[in-house]
């Protein structure tokens, strides 16, 4: 087996526009809390995660479009790894954020 194998295209080209949209739901999902905070008059950290969330989906967008636009061999394995691990964390941060605004919300 290679030590870095080769860039599955087909990885980044699904990470790209999903990750893209995903910054989106997180915008949305702040400008939500946002009002509901006002509204209510408390405070909630969710939307400081969520922040944290856009930013991780911004990092695997753009590891995957640089990963797709080609370079050394090294350099598109780092750039989809990056991406692989940056959309999985932030997918697991965006679970846990709608968990807990579940909950903290429904009190």
Do not use: W
Not at 41 to 48: C, K, M, P, Y
Not at 62 to 77: C, D, I, P, V
């Amino acid at each position: 087996m290679p030590r870095n194998p080769k860039l599955d295209e087909r990885t980044c080209r699904m990470i790209c526009p999903i990750a893209a949209a995903m910054v989106g739901v997180c915008l949305t999902a702040i400008g939500i809390i946002q009002i509901k905070l006002a509204v209510q008059g408390s405070q909630t950290f969710a939307d400081d995660l969520l922040s944290l969330d856009a930013v991780l989906f911004l990092v695997a967008t753009l590891s995957a479009y640089f990963a797709l636009r080609g370079g050394s061999e090294r350099r598109l394995f780092v750039l989809e790894h990056i991406a692989d691990v940056s959309f999985i964390t932030a997918m697991t941060l965006m679970a846990g954020v709608c968990i807990f605004i579940t909950y903290a919300f429904s009190v």
